[in-house]
């Protein structure tokens, strides 16, 4: 079975940078812009920008916004981070921060699987399905002092800035773990079953998931995701997390919700 191991990173890159080779600066000190045309759906390309150490691209104001658009062309749809995938319906950025500028065509209708696309032409925000396959824009760190910039997760993790943890899925060789040799196995590898603490990392974390369970298993079926560090020691409903962390989320299936009774 699959299941997520997070690993606590605990340094990040200073403000004396420089962008690596084939990005573009950005408007504020530590970020940088990277554009890929390869065409992806909105989930494979914020994979894409998390094996980077970033994600895709955030704008908080018209001139990021305008600045970020005039970088692109060639492609009426460009994915930027927004999404309503994570909060439930509500607008978000896959960064986490405040969604609070918005430049859309046509104000969209509430949908809980839309993302955000950019027009670079008329630098105008559209709601599009995020199945569709469009180019993007990854915002990344600076390098520091002209070296070569350290990504903050191993290959084949990603990384949520916000928690400074690196999250990765495993299936020991498309076998079953049991429960116990998951969490042995986490702690081999230096981290231990991942906690959740609100939706918007539950489902970045879900969602990568459902990719990883697309490429090697052709489902995204409920049911197919895997073990997390949620526990009830007395199998009496009373629920705590294996790392200590505070119960101060959870988000049970209808399936499941009486064992929480």
């Known amino acids: 079975m699959l299941f997520f191991v997070s690993l606590l ?51 908080q104001d018209s001139y990021t916004n305008k600045y970020i658009a005039q970088q692109l062309g060639g492609y009426p749809n460009v994915w930027l981070g927004g999404t309503t995938m994570y909060v439930d319906g509500q607008w978000s950025w896959s960064d986490l921060k405040n969604f609070n500028f918005t430049n859309w065509a046509t104000q969209p209708q509430f949908s809980n699987s839309l993302c955000l696309s950019t027009n670079p032409y008329t630098s105008n925000w559209t709601a599009q399905s995020c199945s569709n396959t469009y180019p993007f824009v990854c915002e990344i760190y600076e390098q520091q002092n002209g070296q070569p910039s350290v990504k903050p997760c191993p290959d084949d993790w990603i990384f949520i800035q916000q928690e400074g943890k690196c999250y990765r899925h495993f299936d020991n060789e498309h076998n079953f773990f049991t429960f116990n040799d998951s969490v042995q196995f986490c702690k081999n590898a230096g981290g ?17 998931a459902n990719l990883y369970n697309q490429q090697f298993y052709n489902t995204s079926k409920p049911g197919c995701g895997g073990f997390i560090g949620l526990i009830s020691p007395n199998g009496d409903g009373n629920w705590q997390w294996l790392d200590g962390t505070p119960l101060d989320y959870i988000y049970w299936a209808e399936t499941v919700s009486h064992w929480n009774k």
Do not use: R
């Open 9 to 59: 990173l605990l340094s990040f890159p200073s403000a004396l940078a420089d962008c690596p080779t084939g990005t573009f600066q950005g408007m504020i000190p530590d970020l940088c812009y990277l554009t890929s045309y390869t065409q992806m759906t909105w989930l494979h390309a914020e994979y894409y920008c998390n094996k980077k150490g970033g994600h895709l691209a955030s704008v």
């Open 192 to 208: 231990q079953l991942a906690s959740f603490h609100n939706f918007a990392i539950a489902a970045i974390v879900g969602g990568h």
